[in-house]
């Protein structure tokens, strides 16, 4: 399977000449690029005969706050003639904004839309970038990883007053920055007296 996606990896970077790094992880080929050559470089994976990425399964993102480069989109294609996905990745600081490819795939409309409201990021000449996930209303955007867990309102309807109104959220647990260490090392915890050491 490695042999297949790494012909795959170098069929792609002589003919699309826009990959900035590619690997494969998992069986997975995973392409970068630039910001300005991702509306080519989707079309060229769609549209060459060898390759057919003829659907687009979805796009998200991940943030990394303490990068310049703040955001890793990813487009995650497959190709169902040749059987194979691909993940391409670009990296955008929070000012970025980056071209639609909806007219490549009209399905992206909907994800990119789903990418705004959640990280904020901006799709040029996507004709219905508005909230999707969240209310109208809504401030901020929930999946960063700065976005504050409390201070923020929300809306719902009140079936005694049979209107729509606002409130404060208020979730009980604060923000936590995790070392990847486990809380139980050295600790007792119940249930160990049990085991026979």
Same mark, same amino acid.
């Given at each position: 399977? *490695? ?11 002589? $003919? ?10 998992? *069986? %997975? /080929? !995973? ?9 080519? =470089? ?29 955001? @890793?989109?990813?487009?995650? =294609? ?10 391409? $990745? ?5 000012? %970025? ?5 909806? +007219? !490549?795939? $009209? ?14 990021? +901006? ?5 219905? =970038? ?14 960063? $990883? ?8 929300? /809306?719902?309807?009140?079936? +005694?007053?049979?209107?729509? +109104? ?18 139980? @090392?050295?600790?007792? =915890? ?8």
């Amino acid at each position: 399977m *490695n042999k297949k996606l790494n012909q795959l990896a170098t069929f792609i970077i002589d $003919k699309c000449k826009t990959i900035t790094n590619h690997e494969i992880i998992n *069986n %997975e /080929l !995973i392409v970068s690029t630039k910001i300005a050559n991702i509306h080519k =470089l989707i079309k060229n994976l769609k549209d060459l005969d060898n390759l057919n990425f003829d659907m687009l399964l979805d796009i998200t993102a991940v943030d990394y706050p303490k990068r310049a480069k703040r955001f @890793e989109l990813v487009y995650i =294609l497959l190709s169902l003639k040749n059987k194979l996905r691909i993940r391409v $990745k670009v990296f955008l600081s929070e000012n %970025e904004n980056i071209p639609s490819i909806t +007219s !490549i795939y $009209k399905s992206a409309a909907w994800y990119e839309r789903e990418v705004w409201d959640m990280y904020g990021i +901006s799709f040029k000449n996507n004709v219905d =970038l508005r909230r999707i996930l969240t209310d109208y209303g809504f401030e901020g955007f929930p999946l960063r $990883k700065d976005f504050p867990l409390t201070g923020f309102v929300e /809306l719902r309807y009140d079936d +005694s007053k049979k209107k729509v +109104s606002y409130s404060k959220v208020k979730l009980t647990q604060d923000y936590r920055n995790f070392d990847f260490l486990s809380p139980w @090392e050295g600790q007792v =915890l119940p249930g160990d007296e049990k085991v026979k050491k």
